[in-house]
């Protein structure tokens, strides 16, 4: 298991509580993990990625609520900076313990912020909770409006669900899937930034989260540290998330671990790619792991 990061437990897990499953992305973990930790004090509030003017243009907002965790449920596919609110949870908000949701790329972030915390003064000892999501790709919003209003033919306005999985983006509105595209329809949006990501399933997190692997309605969930394993065994014993063994689960930590050797191999391919002259006409391009 080279490409899915150190981990202590992997579990089919989701959240215990209808209304958290009934507008999560998959099992609602992100959002049962920050409402159980949230209401015993194990964070007093979790930078997310809420509603933004736009539909599904995401907008990082600092959870102090669980109404306001409600309102950040289900996966944009678009950058949302997060990190961007990590030195105000600690200023205006005045937070001690910040929960912290983010793809792998944005934890990485974090813990080379409190590594190395260039302008993050008080910052470092005070990141709680840092929940990892998987991530293949993300894209900028105008190409996720176009893959949405010129390829799906919806109304973004109309979207209830947008979903990536089993080879195609779909999306959902309230009559259920209303179209889907195969994904090599969507390659041409994604982020250029992302083709040189080594990062698949959030290894930096406490603990990450993600679809793949587990049936509809459940997620596939890493506990990495120590922090991770204390909260997640506490917010299972207490009925917020129900977790069950990865044992005979299918597609289960095969596919998972397919999917990020697919993508590590990839990318690492496309940074030796960079690197060489023939790929810039005047020099190689920066390598930023070495
Ligand atoms: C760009 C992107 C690509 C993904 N690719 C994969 C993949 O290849 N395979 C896979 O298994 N899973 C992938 N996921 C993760 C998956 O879609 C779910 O986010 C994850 O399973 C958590 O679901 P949940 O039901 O626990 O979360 P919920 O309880 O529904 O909560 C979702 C949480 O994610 C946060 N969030 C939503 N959008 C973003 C965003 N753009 N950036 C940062 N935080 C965000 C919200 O703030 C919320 O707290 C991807 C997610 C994103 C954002
Ligand atoms: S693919 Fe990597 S760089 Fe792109 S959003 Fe996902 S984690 Fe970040």
Redesign the pocket.
Known sequence: MEYLGQYKAVYKA??GCED??A????????????AYALETGIIDG?I???PGAEPYK?EP?I?TTVEE?FA?????????P?LALIKEATRSYGLDKIGI???PC?IQAVRKGQLYPVGLRDVPDKIALA?G???????PYQGLFQMVEDHCATKIDNVTKM???KGKFSVYTERGVNSQIPLKVTHKYEQPGCHVCLD?VANMADIS?????TPDGW??VFVRSAAGEAAFNKAVEAGWIIAESMDGVKPGLEL?EK?ATEKITKNQKYLEHRAHKEHAALKPLRNPYT
Not at 209 to 213: A, D, F
């Open positions: 989701k959240a958290i499953l507008k999560s992305q998959d099992g609602g973990i992100v959002t049962a993990m920050f979790a997310v990625a809420g995401p907002m959870a965790l950040s449920r289900g996966t944009k596919y678009s950058v949302s997060n949701v983010g793809t944005q929940l999501i998987f991530c293949m790709e993300n894209f979903d990536i999985g698949y989260t993600g679809s793949v692997g997620s596939t998972v999917l």
